[in-house]
C-alpha cells in the first residue's frame, strides 16, 4: 500500500469524435480486429501512438504456428502448446484458438499476404522450440511478422496516428469512450466498444525485443476501468537477443527458427548451453533455454553466450533480417558464432478475455499480447503470438457487433488520478528484481523502492504537463462538460504542427510513464505471490513447482489504487455520465 488515496478530478475536452468501435494498437490483433468489425457495418477508429510500422507484430520473426496439413493435427497443437504452458493453460481456450487458426491464416492470405514456399511449391514450415513437429510458416525469411503488418496496413482501415488512449470511459451500462490523447489536445470518442490491443510490456525493463511503444498502457487502461489482470508474473524473456556491449532499449532478436534450422548455443569456452537440461536441448521451451543461458552466464561471469549458425547452408537468404542486423552490429553470422543474451520479449498473461475477447465489463474487449485468453498459460510456445492474434483478433471484431447502440453518450468526463514513477527508476527496478530469476527479497525491495519514488500526478499534469502552452488551443472551460467542440481536424489548425508534436509526445510519455508504473506495482505482487517456480517464472527460493498453485491469480485495482487479488478489495471505479 502506498497511502496514496485515488481521487478522479474533471477533464477538460478540446474535441470529440464518434464510432461503434474504437481499437487500441495498430498491430495484427487490432487491425484484424477493425477489418472484421467494418465488414459487419461497424464505424471503426483505430488509435495508434506510433506510425504504421511501430508494433511488436512488424518485428516478429519467427512466424504463425498454424496446424500443418500433413502429420500433425489440432490434438498435437494443443499437447504442444498445454506442455510449454506449465499447467496454467485453459484447455478448451487452447483448442478454441489452434482450431481457429488454419482459417485465420486462409483470411490473411485472402488480404494479400505472401508465404515462403519450399521446392515443391507447398507453404514452407519450421519447427521451433517446443513445437514437436515443423509447423511454422514464414514469410520473408525471417520477417513474417513485417509481411502480416503490410498485408492488414494495404486493407486501407481508418487508424489515427500520434494518438493514446488516457483512460476508458465508463458509464451504468459498460464502456461509453475513450479519452484520447494527441497534437489535437484532449478528446473523447464516443463508442459503446473498445478494444484494447495495445501489445506488451517490454518496456518495464532495461532491455527488451519490444518497440518503445510497449508500455503496458492496455493492462493500466483495463484495471483503471475495473477489468481483471492475470498471470502478468509470467514475463517471458527471449533467450537470444543479439548482444552489443552497451546495448539499452530495443534490441534485435535472434529468431528461434535459427536453432530450428542448425544452430547451436554454446558458451565462450565452446560448451553446449543445454545438453542434459532437456530432452529438446536447444529446441526446449523458451524459458528453459533462457534459464540455461541466464544460468551460464551466472557460472561463468560472462554478459552473453554464443549462438554458432555457420552450419546453416545459405543463411543470409533464409534469415535476412537477422543478417543485416549482425552485419550492423560488425558480425558475420555466416562466419562468426552470434553473441547473443536474455530480454524481456512477451507477456504470458494480461486483461482476462474469453475466446472472443470480451472482458468482465461490458463493451471492453482485449486482443493480442495484451489478453489473457488462457492460450499461453505460464509460458507462450513459441509462434503461437500472431496465430492469437489473428483468431481472438477476428472474434473480438465480430463480437463487438453485440454493443452497437447499446450505450449512452459522454456528458462528462472525470479520471482518477495516478502515481508515476520515473521511468528509468521503474526499468531498474524490474531489470533487477523481476527478471529471468526472482526472489522474495528482491521483489519486496522493488515494490518498496517503487513507492517511495512515485509522485502523485494530477489530470492536469498527466495531459497538459507544466510549461506546455496546451492554453494556445485549448477550446473549452475548467468544467468538463461537453459544449459546443472543434472537430479534431479543426482542433490542430492553430498551433503549428512541430510544436503539436512536441506538445503530443509529452502528454504522451506522461500517460505511458503512469502505465508502467501500475503495471509493475501489479507484475511485481504477482511475482511475489506465487512463491513457486513454474513456466517463465523462477523463484531462486521457490525453485520446485507445487501442484497446490496450478492456477491463476486475478488482480483488480483496489480502492486505494493499488493492484490486489480479486475478492481482497472491491475495486473502485469511476463512471461517465
Not at 515462403?116 to 514452407?124: F, K, P, S, T
Not at 509447423?135 to 520477417?143: E, L, M, S
Request: charged share 20%; glycine share 14%.
Amino acid at each position: 500500500m502506498t497511502g496514496f488515496v485515488p481521487r478522479t478530478v474533471p477533464v477538460t475536452v478540446d474535441w470529440e469524435a464518434a464510432a461503434d468501435l474504437v481499437v487500441i494498437g495498430g498491430g495484427v490483433a487490432g487491425l484484424t480486429a477493425a477489418r472484421t468489425a467494418s465488414l459487419r457495418g461497424l464505424r471503426v477508429l483505430t488509435l495508434s501512438k506510433g506510425g504504421p510500422a511501430d508494433t511488436a507484430t512488424q518485428y516478429a520473426q519467427g512466424g504463425i504456428a498454424v496446424v500443418a496439413p500433413e502429420g500433425d493435427s489440432v490434438d498435437a497443437h494443443v499437447r504442444d502448446t498445454v506442455a510449454a504452458g506449465a499447467g496454467l493453460c485453459d484447455a478448451a481456450a487452447v483448442r478454441s484458438i489452434v482450431a481457429g487458426g488454419q482459417a485465420a491464416v486462409a483470411a490473411l492470405t485472402d488480404l494479400g499476404a505472401v508465404f515462403d514456399l519450399g521446392r515443391d511449391g507447398r507453404v514452407a514450415r519450421t519447427r521451433e522450440g517446443g513445437h514437436s513437429i515443423r509447423r511454422i510458416i514464414h514469410a520473408g525469411g525471417d520477417a513474417t511478422g513485417a509481411e502480416v503488418q503490410r498485408a492488414l496496413n494495404a486493407a486501407g482501415l481508418p487508424v489515427l496516428f500520434g494518438a493514446a488512449a488516457g483512460e476508458i470511459l465508463r458509464g451504468p451500462d459498460g464502456v461509453r469512450g475513450v479519452l484520447v490523447v494527441s497534437e489535437r489536445g484532449t478528446g473523447v470518442v464516443h463508442a459503446p466498444a473498445v478494444l484494447l490491443a495495445t501489445g506488451g510490456l517490454g518496456q518495464l525493463y532495461a532491455l527488451s525485443t519490444n518497440p518503445d511503444g510497449a508500455t503496458a498502457d492496455g493492462v493500466a487502461l483495463a484495471l483503471r476501468a475495473g477489468a481483471a489482470v492475470a498471470d502478468l508474473e509470467f514475463v517471458q524473456f527471449h533467450p537470444t537477443v543479439l548482444y552489443t556491449p552497451g546495448g539499452l532499449g530495443r534490441r534485435p532478436l535472434i529468431s528461434e527458427a535459427v536453432r530450428g534450422e542448425g544452430g547451436v548455443l554454446v558458451d565462450l569456452a565452446g560448451r553446449s548451453v543445454t545438453a542434459g537440461v532437456h530432452p529438446r536441448g536447444d529446441l526446449a521451451p523458451r524459458d528453459v533455454v533462457a534459464l540455461a543461458i541466464a544460468g551460464r552466464m551466472r557460472e561463468t561471469g560472462a554478459d552473453h553466450v554464443l549462438l554458432d549458425a555457420t552450419g546453416i547452408a545459405g543463411f543470409a537468404a533464409r534469415f535476412p533480417t537477422i543478417t543485416a542486423s549482425c552485419l550492423a552490429a560488425g558480425i558475420d553470422p555466416r562466419t562468426d558464432p552470434i553473441p547473443v543474451a536474455p530480454a524481456a520479449h512477451y507477456q504470458c498473461g494480461g486483461v482476462v478475455t474469453d475466446t472472443a475477447g470480451r472482458t468482465g465489463v461490458p463493451g471492453l474487449y482485449a486482443a493480442g499480447e495484451v489478453a489473457r485468453t488462457g492460450l499461453h498459460g505460464a509460458n507462450r510456445l513459441a509462434s503461437n503470438s500472431l496465430l492469437e492474434g489473428l483468431v481472438v483478433g477476428e472474434r473480438a471484431g465480430a463480437a463487438a457487433v453485440e454493443r452497437r447502440g447499446a450505450a449512452g453518450e459522454v456528458t462528462e468526463v472525470r479520471r482518477v488520478a495516478a502515481e508515476v514513477a520515473p521511468r528509468a527508476a521503474v526499468q531498474r527496478l524490474a531489470t533487477a528484481h523481476a527478471s529471468v530469476v526472482r526472489d522474495a527479497d528482491g521483489l519486496d525491495r522493488a515494490l518498496r523502492r517503487l513507492a517511495e519514488v512515485s509522485r502523485p500526478v494530477s489530470t492536469d499534469e498527466r495531459h497538459a504537463p507544466e510549461g506546455s502552452g496546451i492554453g494556445r488551443f485549448a477550446a473549452t472551460d475548467a468544467s468538463g462538460h461537453r459544449g459546443d467542440r472543434p472537430a479534431p481536424a479543426d482542433a490542430a489548425a492553430g498551433p503549428d504542427a512541430a510544436f503539436a508534436d512536441a506538445v503530443a509526445a509529452r502528454r504522451i510519455t506522461a500517460v505511458e510513464d503512469a502505465a508502467l508504473t501500475l503495471t509493475a506495482r501489479a507484475l511485481l505482487a504477482a511475482a511475489a505471490l506465487r512463491t513457486e517456480s513454474r513456466g517463465c517464472h523462477t523463484r531462486s527460493d521457490h525453485p520446485g513447482t507445487d501442484a497446490a498453485r496450478a492456477r491463476s491469480t486475478r488482480f483488480v485495482l483496489g480502492p486505494d489504487g493499488t493492484p490486489v487479488p480479486a475478492g481482497a478489495a472491491d475495486p473502485a471505479v469511476p463512471t461517465a455520465s
